[in-house]
């Protein structure tokens, strides 16, 4: 089992930037690419950003290209950098866990899955 928590979620302005950490833990010696997903209350998990087990692929969602970074610290913590952050991004962001890249953009390749922390982003 692998156990993921988020943290780096709060309260900020438009226009601000917010750094989002998923750490791992328990059984984290398999190789593991890590997503980041987003849900509004009534809509789908978003897929945000995803990034391989050695940290060589990256894969983002279009309509976060340029503003949000994916990046491994160490072996068991993957970070997510956001940038000028808009109100539409206020969400509740989970990251996620698998032993495969084959669509990293899909919820259902996932096999372990954070808590969630909630990023909300005023006017």
């Known amino acids: 089992q692998v156990q993921l928590v988020e943290s780096g979620g709060g309260l900020v302005q438009a226009g601000d930037s917010l750094r989002l950490s998923c750490a791992a833990s328990?059984?984290?010696?398999?190789?593991?690419?890590v997503g980041w997903f987003r849900q509004v209350p009534g809509k789908e998990r978003e897929f945000l950003a995803a990034?391989?087990?050695?940290?060589?692929?990256t894969y983002y969602a279009d309509h976060v290209k340029g503003r949000f970074t994916i990046s491994r610290e160490g072996a068991k913590t993957v970070n997510q950098q956001m940038n000028n952050l808009k109100q539409d991004d206020t969400a509740v962001y989970y990251c996620?866990?698998?032993?495969?890249?084959?669509?990293?953009?899909?919820?259902?390749?996932?096999?372990?899955w954070g808590q969630g922390t909630q990023v909300t982003v005023s006017s």
């Open positions: 990034l391989s087990w050695n940290g060589g692929r």
């Open positions: 996620a866990a698998t032993s495969a890249w084959t669509q990293p953009e899909y919820t259902r390749y996932y096999d372990y």
């Open positions: 328990g059984r984290t010696g398999f190789r593991y690419a």
